[in-house]
């Protein structure tokens, strides 16, 4: 069973700066999801990252994975409000990790 | 709309009962996912179906049971209900097989247990 480690947990960042949230798995994935819930609602995709290397971005987000470090990071540029959210990963066996709870103030 | 629809949207019962969750999941997609979300254990994977079969179990309790139909809606079953079995339960689809294997979410049944 694949196991998912997400850091941090909680992020609260001020609207303007840079962060970037770690998804770190236990074995071998040949891909690695990433999901945003938004207060109250379901999961929405925003990634799917399916090779080494591999680099996805839309608007302020960009995700990236790096299959030797089993590692998976998805990073936040400039963040505005509308980004508050809980971000999910998970890996080929479709389990989440914990999520980190994202709040962005001004 | 996502196209996975899950009745009904809320439920409140009592200990000790039993209830059913019902998913239908998007059209052309094969796979159906259910998993528990609750406040203190964040998103847990309970089971897997393709098609009929069951593919991958995670951590169902014995109290609960599920099916995917051959019309490939799925059903949850949740019975001798507790308190802590109060939570979110989403049920999620995919085309399964090669390729990203996207999961589409509907937008879940909260269970209340009074």
């Known amino acids: 069973e694949l196991k998912v480690e997400q850091n941090p947990l909680f992020l609260s960042m001020q609207e303007g700066k840079n962060y970037t949230i770690y998804c770190n798995y236990s074995t071998t994935s040949d891909r690695l999801y990433w999901y945003r819930q938004d207060p109250g609602k379901s999961l929405e995709s925003l990634f799917v990252?399916?090779?080494?290397?591999a680099v996805k971005q839309e608007g302020r987000l960009m995700a990236s994975l790096d299959t030797k470090a089993r590692l998976s990071t998805l990073h936040i540029t400039a963040a505005v409000h509308d980004l508050s959210a809980t971000y999910f990963c998970a890996g080929h066996d479709m389990r989440f990790g914990a999520g980190t709870r994202l709040t962005v103030k001004p | 709309d996502s196209g996975v629809t899950q009745t009904p949207k809320h439920l409140i019962t009592a200990t000790g009962q039993r209830v059913t969750l019902r998913c239908s999941p998007r059209?052309?997609?094969?796979?159906v996912y259910w998993y528990q979300q609750s406040l203190d254990q964040g998103l847990q994977f309970l089971i897997q179906y393709y098609n009929g079969e069951e593919r991958a179990k995670g951590n169902i309790l014995e109290r609960f049971s599920a099916q995917q139909f051959p019309d490939l809606h799925s059903e949850l079953n949740l019975s001798s209900l507790e308190l802590g079995d109060s939570a979110l339960y989403f049920c999620?689809?995919?085309?399964?097989?090669?390729?990203?294997?996207?999961?589409?979410f509907g937008a879940g049944s909260r269970l209340t247990v009074l």
């Open positions: 999620a689809s995919s085309v399964e097989g090669h390729g990203a294997n996207v999961l589409t």
């Open positions: 990252l399916l090779s080494n290397g």
């Open positions: 059209s052309g997609d094969l796979s």
